[in-house]
């Protein structure tokens, strides 16, 4: 079945700094990658998503890259802030069986 | 507009006791729903969803079962609650027949088996 790896699982940038998060997919067949944030003891909030004929897509500070040949897709945000600290699930879907996979989660921590 | 309920927000809750969670959603019909599980510090564990009333897919082998009564109602239950079933769970929704869509999130139920 579908499984998605998500890397790093902690990433810890300097304020003003860009973080990438990087996630790899194994079912070819998956055709939508959407992007989650989630502050602490909240909910998940979609921020960015990206369907399989397209290959980047961008967001003000947000923007997310698609490599379909190489089954992974990233996260970028530029110009980091303090409120960009939160986990970060990426999370991919098949067709198939109708299942969205996430990923383990990153935690960004946006130093001072 | 759409909004998704969810509560109780948080529940402590002896082993072996019953748990009842309610999840309802306006402004939308038909909606595919979602409840899933999340440790802490850990990401998503699909339990649940459903395409429609009556229907439930199960994800994962457990003492949690989940029923949709009506369109727009999910709710999850266990008859006896294990030290194993604390953590985080969250229902959600996407619009009906497009699962490759956002998904929305209710505010949670932080659940604690003491």
């Known amino acids: 079945g579908e499984n998605v790896e998500q890397h790093p699982s902690t990433l810890s940038v300097q304020e003003g700094d860009s973080a990438v998060i990087k996630c790899t997919y194994s079912?070819?067949?998956?055709?939508?990658f959407p992007w989650y944030k989630q502050e602490l003891g909240k909910r998940p909030q979609l921020i960015i998503d990206?369907?399989?004929n397209v290959g980047e897509k961008k967001d003000q500070r947000i923007a997310v890259t698609l490599n379909k040949t190489a089954k992974h897709f990233s996260l970028h945000i530029t110009e980091t802030q303090p409120e960009d600290s939160a986990v970060y699930f990426c999370?991919?879907?098949?067709?198939?069986?109708?299942?969205?996979?996430w990923g383990a989660g990153t935690k960004l921590i946006i130093k001072p | 507009s759409q909004t998704i309920h969810q509560w109780p927000a948080t529940l402590v809750q002896p082993v072996g006791s019953p748990l009842s969670l309610e999840c309802t959603v306006e402004g939308t019909s038909n909606p595919n729903l979602y409840w899933y599980r999340q440790a802490a510090g850990r990401g998503l564990q699909l339990l649940f969803y459903?395409?429609?009333?009556?229907?439930i897919s199960s994800e994962v082998p457990q003492n949690l079962s989940a029923s949709r009564p009506q369109d727009r109602q999910f709710i999850l239950s266990s008859k006896k609650l294990l030290l194993s079933d604390s953590g985080f769970y969250l229902c959600?929704?996407?619009?009906?027949?497009?699962?490759?869509?956002?998904?929305?999130f209710g505010q949670g139920t932080r659940l604690t088996v003491v």
């Open positions: 079912d070819s067949a998956s055709n939508y």
């Open positions: 999370a991919a879907f098949l067709d198939s069986n109708y299942q969205l996979i």
């Open positions: 959600a929704w996407t619009t009906g027949g497009l699962m490759n869509t956002e998904a929305f």
């Open positions: 459903s395409i429609g009333i009556g229907q």
């Open positions: 990206i369907r399989s």
